[in-house]
């Protein structure tokens, strides 16, 4: 609404910034560039969501108990997701302004920590969300029992394998 509003009062503004449609055309080269990395991004998104949906679905057909389970496992993977996201936003950052600068030796030298740093943090929380599987999902379920049996347990290999006969996979 609000980007509408700001429209009708650029076209109707009489002095200052004004939008004048009949000026706005596309720029041949810029369409083509926007088109040639927009079009294959857009494909890969829609390959992403539709392997989503695909893994959704499979999850689905296990169960109610599955489903909440994949809900709160989501949920944890979203809150260490966002913490690991701000070492490659932090990494972009200090790279763009260092290659506007034209340092890019500087450039080498943060991508090298910044990936070293998303490394061992992603080492770290993962190591994390499998020690504390059980506390993370207590969250979720303070009596414990939907969440059990679809917890990642490193220390029953045979887990994965138990669950196997009793559902099936469409």
Known sequence: IS????????LHAKEGLRLQLSKLHPEGVLLKNIIKIGLPAGIQGMVFSISNILIQAAIN????????????????EINVYCFLNAFAQATTTFVSQNYGAGNMARCLMVTKRGLMLALGST??????VLLLSQQLLGFFNPI??????YAIQPNYPHTANSYQSQYSWP
């Open 61 to 76: 057909s296990l169960g109610p108990d599955a489903m909440a389970a994949s809900a709160a496992a989501f949920t944890i």
């Open 144 to 149: 414990g029992g939907i969440y059990r049996k």
């Open 123 to 128: 080492m770290g929380m993962a190591a994390l």
């Open 3 to 10: 980007s509408g509003i700001l429209c009708w009062k650029l």
